[in-house]
């Protein structure tokens, strides 16, 4: 049985998606470090903020200008989320609303100033991008935000039952003349259901 030589095309796609692959590997790595450098950018200003109180009272009573709240509540709301948040944001614990409650205090920060160095506006628009990202990917199921281990398993088991079908559905010459088996048609099952299918399928 002679096989069809590889074309250009074939080998800039399979290159593409190990690459692909690879880059969805590095996506816990990306998320952590930007939520270890936000989470750091905070945290040492919720510090600062603690070591002299009332200096951080007389600021947000006469630089930050916040909507809504008397200066010293907002000081004590903005210096606790500046020391939990990102605590929780780091650790992967809430990650999603950790990354919501900082982009809103970052946003509250940039709004509150009634001037704002151009440098320093740039920072702030940049910290909220990534806290912008983290919140609608998520934190990337990295440290407390992982899976748990019966989750994996399914989902590797899955993976692994899904393996003869991806090769069957890559030779299509050789499922039409009976090499392979016609991979059975599934409704969206949850995956522990899709799981026991697809395992009575192969067995």
């Known amino acids: 049985m002679t096989t069809s030589p ?7 796609l399979s290159l593409w998606t190990r690459l692909s692959r690879a880059l969805d ?16 950018v905070f945290f040492l ?28 509540v907002a000081a ?11 605590v929780l944001l780091v650790l992967g614990l809430a990650g999603r609303f950790s990354a919501l409650g900082l982009f809103v205090v970052n946003a509250v920060a940039v709004i509150s100033l009634s001037e704002i160095a151009p440098a320093a506006l740039q920072q702030h628009i940049f910290w909220g991008a990534l806290l912008a990202g983290l919140a609608i990917y998520g934190p990337r199921h990295l440290v407390a935000g992982s899976l748990g281990g019966a989750q994996d398993a399914a989902l590797s088991q899955n993976f692994k039952l899904n393996q003869p079908l991806a090769h069957a559905w890559k030779a299509p010459t050789a499922i039409n003349s009976g090499a392979y088996p016609q991979p059975p048609r599934y409704t969206a099952l949850p995956v522990d259901f899709a799981v026991r299918r697809r395992a009575d399928a192969v067995n």
């Open 25 to 40: 590997m590095l996506q816990p790595a990306a998320a952590l470090a930007a939520r270890i450098y936000v989470g750091q």
């Open 45 to 72: 200003s919720g510090l600062t903020k603690l070591r002299d109180w009332d200096i951080t009272v007389a600021l947000f009573t006469d630089e930050y200008k916040v909507p809504l709240l008397p200066p010293a």
């Open 76 to 86: 004590v709301m903005g210096t606790a989320g500046e020391l939990v948040l990102p």
């Open 6 to 12: 590889t074309s250009p095309l074939q080998k800039v």
